[in-house]
């Protein structure tokens, strides 16, 4: 399977708790996005990677995110001392940059759903 | 907040019967994109349609894109219950080119057999 690769699927904890997920993007792919997206709603923009740098992040994006791409493959997306608004669905997409970038379509894993107590 | 808005919010259809999901955005865009979701799922990308474009077509499905009323439509047709999942559409800004998709809140769309 060359799609995105999210991890773990559902992910509960305990409210002040930390958690880490991973994503694995379509491996010729150098744009890397983080999205949430809460019932019934459509899903928001947290921050983007090009390669491994980190160009822009929504002001979602509390300082208790952050967000990491350190070989310009894999991410991973921390929250620490999680809320319980931070109960959502976590979507990771991947595209083609460059010069034919804005016409190259996002494609996204099957998400990591947090369900805090 | 959201800039694409689809109507309806929830649509019924028998299989069959054609399905049409409408989507106004606010600013110029490079492309539009529609996604379908099933329930508990991640998006699966439908088709794009850059800002230069009218129509496009894509086995069952239509796109229209009309970049002077801010507004495009899509079309299932001969619509399946395998069709039944959340459609939403993305706006690719031309401000933000390539950074972000800007989704609507979707349509619901259920296909009864």
């Known amino acids: 399977d060359t799609g995105v690769s999210q991890n773990p699927r559902h992910k509960i904890t305990k409210r002040g708790q930390n958690v880490t997920f991973r994503c694995d993007p379509i491996s010729e792919h150098n744009r890397l996005y983080w999205y949430r997206q809460t019932l019934g709603q459509g899903p928001e923009f947290l921050t983007y990677f090009q390669n491994e740098a980190q160009l822009e992040k929504s002001r979602l994006l509390s300082d208790r995110f952050s967000a990491e791409r350190p070989k310009g493959s894999f991410s991973t997306l921390e929250i620490q001392r999680t809320e319980q608004g931070d109960s959502a669905m976590y979507l990771c997409?991947?595209?083609?940059?460059?010069?034919?970038?804005?016409?190259?379509?996002?494609?996204f894993g099957d998400g990591t759903r947090l369900s805090i107590l | 907040s959201q800039q694409g808005e689809e109507d309806p919010q929830a649509l019924s259809i028998q299989e069959g019967e054609n399905a049409t999901m409408n989507c106004s955005y606010k600013?110029?865009?490079?492309?539009l994109q529609w996604y379908r979701q099933n329930s508990g799922r991640g998006l699966v990308h439908l088709i794009l349609i850059r800002s230069n474009e009218r129509e496009k077509h894509s086995g069952r499905l239509r796109v229209t894109l009309d970049t002077s009323k801010k507004s495009s439509s899509l079309l299932i047709t001969a619509s399946r219950a395998a069709d039944t999942a959340s459609y939403f559409c993305?706006?690719?800004?031309?401000?933000?080119?390539?950074?972000?998709?800007?989704f609507g809140e979707g349509t619901q769309l259920t296909v009864n057999p």
């Open positions: 997409a991947s595209s083609l940059g460059g010069p034919q970038g804005k016409f190259s379509s996002q494609h």
């Open positions: 600013t110029s865009i490079n492309n």
């Open positions: 993305a706006t690719d800004k031309r401000e933000t080119s390539g950074s972000r998709l800007t």
